[in-house]
């Protein structure tokens, strides 16, 4: 297929229409997912150039066994995608054959299921992170991904797209502030059963709102902690390479998982003060702050990553498939450890399967 910019054809590939599959998830569910619109009538917009309501989507990841449902896009808005081909330098029609491994629109499988929301990272779209979400998934978790209004471009389904706004306009104590009233307001939102009816098969019963957590990347993982801060529901959370911010603490259960900190200033929890319960600090050699995003997967698994990052300066040295399954395993047995009354094992004793995984500082309470 033709590019409408020559720009985009700095990285030559075959031409195919054929799907790009992401890694299979490793638990023993099939994923479904959907993607949902949600206003908060209550807050106005602080980002609008016109008052308005606060909007939101929402993509939800969650078990099923209907699987006769076709996979979903990477991305619901070819717009957008074609923006992102151009952005990553490839071929107009790239992105959009990016295959996940969630079927879209399936039926919510049998609950009680405990919830994980998550908060992306500054001007990052919450579908880069669909191989994590989709591992979580596949655990038996229900997991929300928030996207953030106008700190991202958020498609909407009526058409409209929003823009992010930019970094010099930017206050980030507002954006960890905003991020925090979103997260509260969807988890208000799932207490009152307000997507009962609009995803198949959830009803009254089938979320386990006693066993909630809640996670990010980078100023995600700063508003997990104030969320924390604020709503007691949150038994635990975790940050992904992101700074803490603000006096905000928490006495629930915290793991910072961090990339490796030397040469990269944006990578790092550095404040032990704001975490007063149980916590973990964990360190993944050759990552990067990048390193947390679908994007070097998408790459490898595409055959670009060379291209894309021949340095190695924007990823890490990291593999970028294990680090999917390094950041999947380590998050998945943290919210085993919160919500399922699991074990802390993994954040005590190094596992020798893992060398990659330094113990910064082993579980404390």
């Known amino acids: 297929m033709a590019s409408p910019n020559p720009f985009n054809q700095l990285i030559p590939l075959e031409p195919s229409d054929s799907p790009i599959p992401l890694p299979t998830p490793p638990g023993p569910h099939k994923v479904g997912t959907v993607s949902l619109e949600t206003v908060d009538a209550s807050r ?6 016109t008052p308005q309501s606060r909007r939101l989507m929402l993509s939800f990841f969650y078990p099923t066994s209907d699987d006769t449902r076709p996979f979903a896009p990477y991305h619901f808005s070819p717009k957008t995608a074609a923006q992102y081909d151009a952005f990553d330098h490839l071929p107009y029609g790239t992105f959009a054959r990016y295959q996940p491994q969630a079927y879209d629109r399936a039926r919510v499988g049998v609950g009680p299921l405990p919830i994980i929301l998550f908060s992306p990272g500054f001007g990052v779209g919450r579908e ?4 994590t979400l989709e591992n979580l998934a596949s655990e038996g978790y229900f997991c929300v991904a928030i996207g953030h209004t106008y700190d991202t471009a958020i498609d909407f389904p009526d058409g409209e797209t929003v823009w992010q706004i930019g970094w010099a306009d930017t206050d980030f104590e507002l954006v960890s502030s905003v991020r925090v009233q979103d997260s509260l307001f969807v988890l ?3 207490a009152k059963g307000a997507f009962v009816g609009r995803i198949a098969g959830l009803e009254a019963g089938t979320l386990n709102l006693d066993r909630v957590g809640m ?4 100023i995600g993982g700063a508003a997990t902690l104030e969320a924390m801060d604020l709503d007691s529901r949150v038994l635990g959370g975790a940050n992904l390479d992101g700074r803490f911010e603000g006096d905000f603490t928490t006495d629930r259960p915290f793991l910072v998982l961090n990339g490796s900190s030397i040469g990269d200033p944006e990578s790092g929890a550095d404040d032990k003060e704001h975490l007063k319960g149980w916590r973990a600090e964990l360190e993944i050699e050759g990552a990067v702050h990048m390193s947390f995003l679908d994007d070097a997967a998408r ?13 190695k300066i924007r990823f890490g040295t990291v593999d970028p498939l294990r ?9 998945g047995a943290f919210f ?7 074990s802390d094992q993994a954040f005590r004793v190094a596992d020798p399967a893992f060398l990659e995984v330094k113990l910064v500082q082993g579980a404390k309470a």
């Open 188 to 190: 208000e939102q799932l």
């Open 299 to 311: 790459f490898k698994v595409l055959g670009v990553l060379e291209a894309e990052d021949p340095k």
């Open 128 to 131: 880069y992170y669909t191989i």
């Open 336 to 342: 085993d450890f919160v919500l399922k009354g699991g």
């Open 44 to 49: 106005r917009d602080p980002y609008a150039p």
């Open 323 to 331: 680090m999917m399954v390094i950041v999947s395993k380590y998050l």
């Open 215 to 218: 996670f990010g990347h980078s």
